[in-house]
């Protein structure tokens, strides 16, 4: 499924999508300092598409920018209507935003600051991330040979285009193994996260997953923490080795794109198909993402 829209917000304006362009002495283009967003918006009940957790999306991204000290020219306020417009500029119901701010041409070097920093929100229509048959039956993973970069080495709290980078070679070499997707290890050989996801284990009832130390911390890792403490099933923020990857009654991975997809074999370990827990997290989160439960109805657009 392509990614193509018939309009991009840039910079504050509409623009058709074969003009969204990007000079090749862009500074971001060279060195990977830009920060982005990954956000979906679903039809609800009325029929007008719900752009899910939009506001702590753009904070993010906002705080993103000011730990890279990307100067944006609009604030949250200007960046939330403007994910609405371009929704409502390009008819969607159901839809991924990707903004992104990003440095562009004038200055090259390392210690360029004074190049402009363009803004850019698309849109397209995207179907389940890991597959629709990922979705209800589990996806095979393996654990990466690429470490996740050290806490000092990078902002980990930041969504950073070139963190992406550790993220695709790992992905590409699960890929090539015959994996859906990887999952990687902090430099103290804890589980930390996947490619573009936080993790899940299940073991006895019993949930943990990750601390936000030196992973990402995901706007849908927030949703389903919420989702769990509601259904009264124990969850607990811990740091684990791969083990307990191997001797979980119960994996799944959460994330905007991925959504909640279950686990059903790591490094060819079987944990089978997906359980109870994993079924009622996604079953509650599909459903409110898409207006129908009370306390997850996204925030509307204005069609």
Not at 18 to 32: F, R
Not at 73 to 96: K, M, P, V, W
Not at 115 to 140: C, F, R
Not at 154 to 165: E, S
Request: with cysteine; hydrophobic share 40%.
């Amino acid at each position: 499924m392509g990614i193509e829209s018939e309009l991009i917000w840039m910079d504050g304006e509409l623009v058709p999508y074969a003009e969204a362009k990007v000079h090749v002495l862009s500074h971001t283009l060279h060195y990977g300092l830009g920060v982005f967003e990954g956000i979906r918006a679903y039809e609800q009940p009325d029929g007008r598409p719900g752009i899910f957790r939009l506001g702590p999306h753009m904070r993010r991204f906002v705080d993103s920018a000011k730990m890279v000290q990307l100067k944006l020219s609009h604030d949250q306020a200007a960046l939330e209507a403007a994910c609405i417009e371009t929704i409502r500029a390009n008819g969607f119901t159901c839809a991924y935003l990707r903004p992104l701010a990003f440095m562009g041409a004038g200055f090259m070097g390392l210690g360029a600051t004074e190049n402009p920093v363009h803004t850019v929100i698309a849109t397209w229509d995207w179907g389940s991330y890991l597959g629709e048959e990922g979705m209800a039956k589990g996806v095979d993973v393996a654990v990466s040979s690429f470490t996740r970069s050290h806490i000092n080495a990078n902002l980990q709290r930041a969504k950073i285009t070139g963190h992406y980078v550790n993220s695709i070679m790992a992905r590409y070499e699960a890929n090539l193994n015959g994996f859906a997707e990887a999952i990687m290890l902090d430099s103290n050989g804890y589980v930390a996260e996947g490619t573009g996801e936080n993790v899940f284990v299940v073991r006895d009832g019993k949930v943990m997953t990750p601390p936000v130390t030196n992973i990402l911390g995901g706007i849908t890792r927030d949703t389903v923490l919420q989702i769990l403490e509601r259904e009264g099933i124990p969850v607990v923020e811990q740091f684990f080795g791969r083990d307990a990857l191997y001797c979980a009654d119960e994996l799944f991975m959460v994330g905007s794109a991925a959504e909640v997809t279950p686990i059903r074999s790591v490094d060819r370990r079987e944990v089978g198909e997906p359980g109870p827990i994993t079924k009622r997290v996604q079953e509650i989160y599909l459903a409110g993402v898409k207006g129908e439960v009370e306390w997850m109805r996204p925030y509307i657009t204005v069609v």
